[in-house]
């Protein structure tokens, strides 16, 4: 295609060459740039939600892995996607798998190439269209979707991405923190999806040992 880069025996891309082939080929540059914009835009949220649904229970999972902080951390990575490449990606991701509900790393392998290349594409036809290239993100890109340096998000910024990703809180919405810290309980890990064994062999480790 005319946006991809030529083999390395005919030079770097150049805008000119590019819009002469288009021209040959009969596409309209503008046109494509408008399709190439739209195509950008990320995956909308409720299906991604219902996606991933689907996905998890489709599948057997490893570990202790919940429902709950699978569609949260997965949903969260995978939201700025285009849903076009992010259907792609988890089909292929579940095929490609071990036979267990593939992680976001795994979804994101197939995806983040399909979608620099988009944006590579979109970048030289604004170069042909506009006379030099967009470099800053567009209003539905994400520049970092990685956790801050700073630090985890308070439980509050959890519920607000569960909620932008339609994954229900269940009973678990109303908990706050409150009074001063303490160490976890086994009611703690159980409501994590641990197993009793582990809770209370970890809530055992935390205990002090006699001198």
């Known amino acids: 295609m005319a946006l991809d880069d030529p083999p390395s025996i005919c030079g770097p891309w150049d805008a000119r060459d590019a819009k002469r082939r288009l021209a040959a080929a009969r596409i309209d540059p503008p046109a494509l740039l408008r399709d190439t914009n739209a195509r950008m835009k990320p995956a909308e949220v409720s299906w991604l939600a219902k996606r991933l649904e689907l996905l998890w229970g489709s599948m057997p999972t490893s570990g202790n892995m919940t429902a ?36 976001a790393a795994a979804i994101l392998e197939i995806a983040d190439p399909l979608h620099r290349k988009r944006k590579l594409h979109r970048a030289r036809l604004d170069e042909i269209v506009n006379g030099k290239p967009v470099l800053e993100a567009r209003p539905w890109e994400v520049r ?68």
């Open 68 to 103: 709950k902080a699978w569609l949260h951390e997965t949903g969260r990575m995978l939201k700025h996607l285009p849903q076009d490449i992010l259907a792609h990606a988890i089909d292929e991701a579940a095929r490609q798998g071990s036979g267990f509900v593939p992680g």
């Open 144 to 211: 970092d979707v990685s956790m801050p340096d700073e630090g985890v998000c308070t439980p509050e910024e959890a519920q607000e991405i569960m909620r932008e990703n339609g994954i229900p809180l269940g009973q678990h919405e109303e908990r706050r923190t409150r009074g001063p810290l303490r160490m976890p309980s086994v009611q703690d890990y159980l409501d994590m999806g641990v197993a009793r064994e582990d809770a209370e062999r970890a809530v055992a480790g935390f205990r002090p040992q006699p001198r």
